[in-house]
């Protein structure tokens, strides 16, 4: 927008709104209204007025003119038309769920951008980042290490790494809370394709209190925000119910076989064979490393690496290769159910594009009988 246009916009939009004050002096200089970016101070023969910028612009007492808010420096302190956006570095102050955690939120967030305040549900960018930020139980830095060594293409069947993608993971953390609970479902499932799955009564518990502790997370607390508030679901139990019933109930992932041999588990964070040379599935951390710490997983290379944290690796399991299995590292086991979950629920059978952490993230999921079928990051 030039120059004389938004003059042209600020004569236009003053006329009718224009509310003469008291008498004054000073008629060289405009000011901005303290604490609202859209009004501005105008001292005329009349008086003074207080006038309005047209809606979507801001005035810069830099410039004397109403500009678009975006290149009105001083006015970026305000939430006004940037709930949910990805981090901005040239701003003071972010409007984004991320900016809890790190503190750096602009005054009027709360106001502006939350639910509860609004009324109005969260975009699926403001959930997915609150998500991220809530995620406390995420390992940090000096928790894991990993060590991405070669570069490989996509079809890659042959090692090209010689060491393990894992240096150096905190076992004392990897054997406590959510990541406990998780490593005891590891062995509860038969990988392979066509071999019926059945649950033991010890099996059942271990699901139940798997559940039970994610359930009590800030993550899934999130989580349950949003779903209720789009009417997803209806409560913590219904919560419980839809997660029972897409990550464990068993079901035929062939569609010509009737024989129930996986469940959403299993496929997506333990892994699963699809034949006697490929692997399919797989796509969460914590399977990856305990299986290549046990041995039987042997790390490839990496496919491509992307923010926040995530890799597409070639690996064998059990000498069957998965040429490309993508997956988040560090992340708490809730975090990954309430993120590939809320894509599923808010885009069955397709593409999500959500932010974490200020980096876009696209997760495909694809649905089997109702159940959560797959859900991989295109990293």
């Known amino acids: 927008m030039d120059i004389f246009s938004v003059f042209f916009l600020v004569l236009l939009a003053a006329l009718p709104q224009a509310n003469s004050l008291t008498p004054c002096t000073n008629t060289n200089y405009l000011e901005r209204v303290e604490g609202d970016c859209s009004k501005f101070r105008a001292c005329g023969a009349a008086g003074l007025f207080i006038m309005d910028c047209p809606p979507g612009l801001a005035f810069s007492e830099s410039k004397q003119f109403c500009d678009y808010i975006a290149f009105v420096q001083e006015c970026t302190t305000t939430c006004q038309n940037r709930c949910g956006s990805l981090l901005d570095a040239s701003k003071p102050c972010q409007c984004n769920s991320a900016c809890v955690r790190y503190n750096d939120c602009c005054a009027d967030y709360a106001t502006l951008c939350t639910a509860s305040s609004t009324g109005r549900c969260m975009s699926l960018t403001a959930v997915s980042e609150e998500l991220w930020a809530s995620d406390v139980n995420r390992m940090s830095a000096s928790d894991v290490t990993v060590n991405y060594q070669t570069k490989v293409s996509a079809g890659t069947t042959t090692d090209k790494s010689t060491q393990k993608l894992f240096t150096y993971v905190n076992e004392a953390k990897l054997g406590s809370g959510t990541y406990k609970l998780l490593s005891n ?195």
Not at 296 to 321: C, E, H, M, T
Not at 365 to 371: A, E, L, Q, T
């Open 185 to 379: 479902l590891m062995n509860n499932y038969d990988p392979v394709k066509g071999a019926r799955e059945t649950a033991t009564a010890a099996e059942l518990a271990e699901d139940n209190a798997f559940l039970d502790a994610i359930l009590a997370t800030k993550v899934m607390e999130k989580l349950l925000n949003y779903l209720t508030c789009k009417g997803l679901v209806t409560s913590q139990s219904d919560l419980r119910g839809v997660l029972k019933r897409h990550w464990f109930d068993f079901y035929a992932r062939s569609g010509s076989s009737t024989v129930p041999d996986t469940s959403g588990f299993e496929h997506i964070m333990v892994g699963e064979y699809k034949s006697g040379t490929t692997v399919n599935g797989f796509h969460n951390w914590v399977s990856f490393y305990e299986k290549e710490k046990a041995g039987s997983l042997n790390y490839f290379g990496y496919v491509s690496q992307a923010k926040p944290s995530i890799i597409g690796a070639a690996f064998s399991w059990d000498n069957r290769v998965k040429t490309l299995g993508s997956f988040f590292i560090g992340v708490s086991p809730e975090f990954e159910l309430a993120i590939y979950s809320l894509c599923f629920l808010s885009h069955p059978g397709g593409v999500c594009n959500i932010s974490l952490n200020g980096s876009p993230v696209r997760i495909v999921s694809y649905s089997k009988d109702g159940h959560i079928a797959t859900a991989y990051i295109s990293a």
